[in-house]
Nanobody, 122 residues
Framework: QVQLVESGGGLVRAGGSQRLSCAASGSFFNINSMGWFRQAPGGKQRELVAAIRSSGSTNYADSVKGRFTISRDNAKNTVWLQMNNLKPEDTAVYYC???????????????WGQGTQVTVSS
């Protein structure tokens, strides 16, 4: 069983910065991709914010390009999301996401963190 433990988040003013971290623990062979999704209030769909593969390649939602940076330490199974120039529309619950390769080297599955609230005040 793999666990993703998130930290960071909270209340920040518009224009400010926050850093989220997510560490994976448990038994697995490798993590293909790690990233962050978010779900805004009002029943909106969960959306991809940023993701990074074990190779280091990244992709970002258009709405955060140039403001957010995702990084990863493969040895520590940890991913970070540095969020700069935050806007009120970035307010959401942010969920860590990982694509896990099981110990059998064949199985692959997705696991999620518990979510952390980011609130940006105007």
């Amino acid at each position: 069983q793999v666990q993703l433990v998130e930290s960071g988040g909270g209340l920040v003013r518009a224009g400010g910065s926050q850093r989220l971290s997510c560490a994976a623990s448990g038994s697995f062979f490798n993590i293909n991709s790690m990233g962050w999704f978010r779900q805004a209030p009002g029943g909106k769909q969960r959306e991809l914010v940023a993701a990074i593969r074990s190779s280091g390649s990244t992709n970002y939602a258009d709405s955060v390009k140039g403001r957010f940076t995702i990084s990863r330490d493969n040895a520590k199974n940890t991913v970070w999301l540095q969020m700069n120039n935050l806007k009120p529309e970035d307010t959401a619950v942010y969920y860590c996401h990982a694509v896990i390769v099981g110990d059998d080297l064949q199985s692959q599955y997705v696991t999620w963190g518990q979510g952390t609230q980011v609130t940006v005040s105007s």
